[in-house]
């Protein structure tokens, strides 16, 4: 079966544009996350939905983030006005409901020139 | 606050050595859920494995093997007669317990292992 994918893979982009990154989950997976990886640094956490709905987001750096999902499915991170501290590698995962075993997808590299 | 510490910002072995890896945790929650994640080359995480806080075994899985103490918060990892796959970066995470809902991971900044011939 397919795993969770995101796209792009990669995404260069000057300061000051929004970007939006994708996330498709495993079938069936009911939660979603969010992460964020700076160069050679291990994993900040920024969102959670359950559902279609976003029980802490406790993680999301400024109000420039933002999150959304479509019911069950697809979730878009979108970031606005880009700054060169948000260059990262943002990955996405999903897990089973009840289950806290989280899959994760490949990442999409955000360069901000 | 949850906290996970890895202290080993990078650790060298020859193929074929016993390597083990840190992972020290705290939390105030006394059910919680530990893991052990691999990210190679490529980037892409590996689920190894999912410990809850009331089974201490300690769990083998072929070269790979789990220490998990509750007196020591910590959770360490064991790849006997290591090989060259098993360069990469290892994280060690901590979840709390919410049966029935999702959890967000706080991880580890993470160990990388270079194993060499």
């Known amino acids: 079966g397919a795993g969770v994918s995101q796209s792009p893979s990669n995404k260069v982009t000057e300061k000051g544009k929004d970007v939006e990154l994708r996330c498709d989950p495993i079938?069936?997976?009911?939660?979603l996350y969010w992460y964020r990886q700076r160069l050679g640094q291990g994993l900040e956490f920024l969102i959670y939905?359950?559902?279609?709905?976003?029980?802490?987001k406790s993680g999301l750096p400024s109000d420039r983030f933002s999150a959304e999902r479509t019911g069950e499915s697809v979730s878009t991170l979108t970031i606005q006005r880009t700054q060169q501290e948000d260059s990262a590698v943002y990955l996405c995962?999903?897990?089973?409901?009840?289950?806290?075993?989280?899959?994760f997808g490949p990442g999409t590299r955000l360069t901000v020139l | 606050a949850q906290k996970v510490t890895q202290a080993q910002t990078e650790i060298s072995v020859v193929e074929k050595e016993d390597v083990t890896l840190d992972c020290v945790y705290e939390?105030?929650?006394?059910?919680?859920?530990l893991f052990w994640y691999k990210q190679p080359p490529s980037g892409e995480l590996v689920f190894l494995i999912r410990?809850?806080?009331?089974?201490?075994q300690n769990e083998i899985s072929g070269r790979y093997s789990w220490n998990f103490q509750k007196s020591t918060s910590s959770f360490n990892f064991t790849i006997t007669a290591s090989q060259v796959v098993d360069s990469a970066v290892y994280f060690c995470?901590?979840?709390?317990?919410?049966?029935?809902?999702?959890?967000?991971?706080?991880f580890g900044t993470g160990t990388r292992l270079q194993v060499t011939l």
């Open positions: 995962a999903s897990s089973l409901e009840g289950y806290n075993e989280q899959f």
């Open positions: 079938s069936g997976h009911t939660a």
């Open positions: 939905f359950q559902g279609n709905s976003a029980p802490d």
């Open positions: 939390t105030r929650d006394t059910t919680y859920y």
């Open positions: 410990r809850n806080s009331f089974d201490e």
């Open positions: 995470a901590l979840s709390d317990a919410n049966t029935g809902t999702a959890s967000k991971l706080t």
